[in-house]
């Protein structure tokens, strides 16, 4: 094990920013504008799922939150802090929660087995699994199930995300529209799940506020 292979990124770095610069001498003195992205994307952590590189944008295109398979806790203040952010702050006008096939926080969540801390994150999959459970169970091919479990989880993400206030909020106040995409890691391609959220008619009423004021917290 190379205790030193750490110092290759900062070497890798370098080599990056010098290329920078010599395809366009001003380039990082454009990035030091206010960033101005049109997207929050909501993705996986798994490091094979760059957002800038699958979707081929360049750095201040997109605002980036990321977590064990794209999730959407309503008790996750680090994933609200950000959703809040962008939508209030940035004014961007989609947010994508884009999942992926193979995905491991998936697969964990369908094995009746603990695998330590991650065990309180991967209950909220498997709550999404009892959901769907008739239909995930009707599939025999377990790859398949679990593609089609990560297909399901992204939707109910997507709905979580309209659940919120700072979402709601938004739709009264500002055009935005949340969509749901899944990335094959077989072959670079997002599907595209046709699920756009732009309006609480997309919720059922009971998760609905209509008393939101512009002032309104988390």
Same mark, same amino acid.
Request: hydrophobic share 40%.
């Given at each position: 094990?190379? #205790?030193?292979? @750490?110092?290759?990124? *900062?070497?890798?770095?370098?080599?990056?920013?010098?290329?920078?610069?010599?395809?366009?001498?001003?380039?990082?003195?454009?990035?030091?504008?206010?960033?101005?992205?049109?997207?929050?994307?909501?993705?996986?952590?798994?490091?094979?799922?760059?957002?800038?590189?699958?979707?081929?944008?360049?750095?201040?295109?997109?605002?980036?939150?990321?977590? /064990?398979?794209? #999730?959407?806790? @309503?008790?996750? #203040?680090?994933? *609200?802090?950000?959703?809040?952010?962008?939508?209030?702050?940035?004014?961007?006008?989609?947010?994508?929660?884009? =999942?992926?096939?193979?995905?491991?926080?998936?697969?964990?969540?369908?094995?009746?087995?603990?695998?330590?801390?991650? $065990?309180?994150? *991967?209950?909220?999959? &498997?709550?999404?699994?009892? &959901?769907?459970?008739?239909?995930?169970?009707? /599939?025999? $091919? &377990?790859?398949?199930?679990?593609?089609?479990? %990560?297909? *399901?989880? %992204?939707?109910?993400?997507?709905?979580?995300?309209?659940?919120?206030?700072?979402?709601?909020?938004?739709?009264?106040?500002?055009?935005? &529209?949340?969509? =749901?995409?899944?990335?094959?890691?077989? $072959?670079?391609?997002?599907?595209?799940?046709?699920?756009?959220?732009?309006?609480?008619?997309?919720?059922?009423?009971?998760?609905?506020?209509?008393?939101?004021?512009?002032?309104?917290?988390?």
């Amino acid at each position: 094990m190379n #205790m030193n292979s @750490h110092l290759e990124l *900062l070497s890798g770095n370098k080599r990056w920013a010098l290329s920078k610069l010599q395809d366009d001498p001003n380039y990082f003195k454009k990035l030091q504008a206010i960033q101005r992205p049109e997207y929050l994307w909501i993705g996986c952590s798994d490091s094979r799922v760059p957002a800038n590189e699958v979707t081929n944008t360049a750095p201040g295109d997109i605002f980036v939150h990321r977590n /064990i398979a794209n #999730m959407v806790v @309503h008790t996750d #203040m680090n994933l *609200l802090s950000v959703l809040d952010y962008a939508v209030t702050v940035l004014k961007v006008k989609h947010v994508i929660v884009c =999942g992926h096939y193979g995905c491991g926080g998936v697969k964990a969540a369908m094995e009746s087995l603990s695998f330590g801390f991650v $065990d309180s994150w *991967l209950r909220n999959i &498997k709550d999404v699994y009892v &959901k769907y459970f008739k239909e995930l169970e009707a /599939i025999s $091919d &377990k790859e398949a199930r679990a593609d089609r479990l %990560v297909e *399901l989880n %992204v939707i109910e993400q997507v709905r979580n995300l309209a659940k919120t206030k700072i979402v709601q909020r938004a739709w009264r106040n500002d055009e935005l &529209k949340v969509h =749901g995409w899944v990335y094959g890691l077989n $072959d670079g391609i997002i599907k595209n799940l046709e699920l756009v959220f732009d309006d609480v008619e997309n919720i059922d009423s009971i998760y609905r506020y209509n008393n939101l004021q512009g002032n309104e917290q988390l």
